[in-house]
């Protein structure tokens, strides 16, 4: 069964990040849905949420690239797989449009 759900606008934003900040480190289909969630409601974020999302986006593909540069044997963003769908979610959200 599909039943909407209704939660305020800042709460929406915190669930957001939040759900991020869980899913990255995470494997498949939590990184799957997490992905399309940002992409669906991308244009429902506010520029402050979109920029935490951006900046800890960065830092984790960073961080993940480190671990591959220095052969540690975990990775911070998890699987080859899983990299690429945040590296993938970053590079389409530079094509989105910029706000003002």
Not at 22 to 43: K, L, S
Not at 49 to 69: F, P, V, Y
Request: aromatic fraction near 10%.
């Amino acid at each position: 069964m599909t039943e909407t759900i209704s939660v305020n606008h800042h709460t929406f934003q915190t669930l957001a990040i939040q759900s991020l900040r869980y899913c990255m480190g995470r494997r498949t289909f939590a990184v799957i849905d997490c992905v399309e969630f940002i992409r669906e409601h991308w244009q429902d974020l506010t520029k402050h949420t979109k920029a935490i999302i951006i900046r800890d986006l960065d830092e984790a593909l960073q961080s993940h690239e480190d671990d591959l540069r220095d052969n540690r044997g975990y990775c911070y963003l998890g699987d080859q797989c899983d990299y690429q769908k945040w590296k993938n979610l970053r590079k389409w959200i530079n094509s989105q449009p910029s706000e003002s």
